[in-house]
């Protein structure tokens, strides 16, 4: 059952919670000068945190070093690319991200052609791969799909794949179509349609895909890559940034083309990107300031050479070995838990602040996001947000998850090449 959840606005943008039409089309209201689409509510699957953890784990290849019960994980593959003609109009767009149970992904609904599928909005990835028709029947599970319609055109001898070391995977076929986020439309999008899908995106029953916003212009298609989304959207934006608004257990936003003042209080603090940002294609942040804890500063800088990188499709905040036993050790009662695959402590016990370095600058996590959810039979423990990457993997960045994004306001500056975050209003 599809279900009404918010009313969003913004000046003259609105995103307004409406029914599908008998025809299955999100309906075009105009409001204002502004435009609607539907918020899309699926049933929620309860998620474990030691699934999320591995998942997390697996985007980056970390496998020897993590813990034992998280052995055979994924290697993230780097994926990449394309021309696309767009007048740029002043255009700015707005679209809700919706938590799943535990906050272990937020999806937005996106319009492809005629379908309207729930994606996974990912600052780490450049693809846009959907379940669709051709994927097999067998392989769709409860998903929405993609049907190519008038709008579509295959591009023949074109493919797609994503593959990890623990022989999950996804591949396809590449169709242009138009592709709608929130008011911003571009008419030409390489859509990465799945023809073979593993079991465990079939699984994932609440995401129809992913939409992928990292920091590169170019895609993974073969033989030649093509551009993304954001990239092609950039042309019609006012302004060629992004911002990141994720809720906790609530209905977030992500806006395209400008910043809004409301969801932040105080000024933004912008960073250059990493060195390594365009050549790995992820949002990176210098790392090499050291870290708070409370009122304790660290200086010791273990891992934080290769920098920090920006995901929103990563649950956790993972960072070095050290950081994580230095933070834990200011809590009674924690422990590295084996059975439940992470750092857990009593629920009654004092959090201290955390503050991560972003550049120049220290962003801060008050402790009610150091929590990711209760675990044991009486619920009296709780399993950390914060974990670590593994005790062989120094050559990986810090990855600030969406346990970072719920406690700050993100701003992602594509045509400056820089990052900003500011506290986040409540």
């Avoid at 939409?211 to 551009?227: A, C, D, M, Q, V």
């Avoid at 800088?301 to 920006?310: D, F, I, K, R, W």
């Amino acid at each position: 059952m599809r279900n009404l959840l918010f009313v969003l606005s913004f000046l003259a943008i609105q995103i307004i919670a409406v029914p599908l039409s008998a025809s299955g089309e999100p309906p075009g209201l105009d409001i204002d000068g502004g435009f609607s689409i539907p918020i899309i509510h699926r049933p929620l699957e309860n998620k474990d945190p030691l699934s999320a953890l591995h998942r997390a784990y697996q985007r980056y290849g970390v496998g020897t070093g993590a813990p034992k019960e998280l052995t055979g994980l994924l290697e993230r593959l780097e994926l990449s690319p394309r021309k696309s003609n767009h007048k740029r109009d002043g255009s700015t767009g707005i679209v809700s991200a919706e938590p799943t149970h535990l906050d272990v992904e937020y999806l937005c609904p996106v319009k492809i052609g005629k379908n309207t599928l729930n994606l996974n909005f990912d600052t780490g990835s450049n693809a846009l791969w959907v379940f669709s028709s051709v994927t097999p029947a067998n392989q769709r599970g409860s998903h929405s799909i993609y049907v190519p319609g008038i709008t579509s055109v295959k591009r023949n001898n074109y493919f797609w794949a994503i593959s990890y070391a623990d022989d999950s995977k996804a591949s396809g076929v590449v169709f242009m179509d138009t592709v709608q986020v929130g008011s911003v439309t571009v008419t030409s999008q390489a859509v990465q349609a799945a023809t073979a899908v593993s079991k465990n995106f079939v699984e994932n029953s609440d995401v129809d895909g992913l939409l992928g916003l990292g920091y590169t212009k170019f895609n993974s298609i073969s033989p030649e890559r093509t551009e993304t989304w954001f990239a092609n959207a950039m042309k019609t934006l006012k302004s060629g940034v992004f911002t990141a608004d994720l809720r906790p257990s609530a209905i977030g936003a992500y806006t395209f083309g400008y910043i809004d003042p409301s969801r932040y209080t105080g000024s933004i603090t912008y960073q250059p990107l990493h060195s390594t940002s365009a050549s790995k294609g992820w949002w990176i942040v210098d790392a090499t300031k050291g870290y708070k804890i409370g009122n304790d500063k660290f200086t010791d800088v273990e891992g934080s050479q290769n920098g920090a990188v920006l995901d929103t499709g990563t649950t956790f905040l993972l960072m070095s070995e050290k950081v994580v036993k230095n933070y834990y050790s200011k809590i009674r009662g924690s422990k590295y838990d084996s059975g439940h695959g992470g750092w857990v402590f009593p629920c009654s016990s004092a959090i201290p602040i955390l503050q991560v370095p972003f550049g120049d600058a220290f962003a801060s996590i008050p402790p009610k996001y150091m929590i990711h959810t209760t675990v044991g039979s009486q619920k009296s423990l709780c399993f950390g947000s914060l974990q670590s990457l593994g005790s062989t993997r120094k050559h990986l960045p810090y990855i600030y998850g969406d346990s970072f994004f719920k406690a700050n306001y993100v701003v992602f500056d594509m045509k400056n090449g820089k990052a900003g975050f500011a506290k986040k209003r409540d």
